[in-house]
Nanobody, 124 residues
Framework: QVQLVESGGGLVQAGGSLRLSCAAS?????MGWFRQVPGKEREVVAT????????FYADSVKGRFTISRDNAKNTVYLQMNNLAPEDTAVYYC????????????????????WGQGTQVTVSS
């Protein structure tokens, strides 16, 4: 069983930046960030493989968000730049201990562990 603890959410003005962190209690393979707003399904933001050499980004965040990881710390990061009001959501960290594919998964069902979520609010 892996515990995931997120941090770094908050309130920021449009155009600003935030950095989310997610610390895992054990070793993980693929990791990623998803987000959800009330009344909508959870959607992928960005994911990456164990090595970090292969990443996936949702079209809506490409060029603005960067996912990275530090395996020595069992931590994944999400650097979010040029934030927009439509980025407002609860952001969830996700991790898996079995997937070893070349490309990182992008569906919520591909991840077995989830954090508690951190709120990101972008004001206009």
């Amino acid at each position: 069983q892996v515990q995931l603890v997120e941090s770094g959410g908050g309130l920021v003005q449009a155009g600003g930046s935030l950095r989310l962190s997610c610390a895992a209690s054990g070793r993980t393979f693929s990791m990623g960030w998803f987000r959800q707003v009330p009344g909508k399904e959870r959607e992928v933001v960005a994911t990456l493989t164990w090595s970090g050499g292969s990443t996936f980004y949702a079209d809506s965040v490409k060029g603005r968000f960067t996912i990275s990881r530090d395996n020595a710390k069992n931590t994944v990061y999400l650097q979010m730049n040029n934030l927009a009001p439509e980025d407002t959501a609860v952001y969830y960290c996700a991790a898996d201990q079995h997937y070893t594919g070349k490309n990182p998964p992008a569906r919520p069902g591909s991840f077995e562990y989830w954090g508690q979520g951190t709120q990101v609010t972008v004001s206009s």
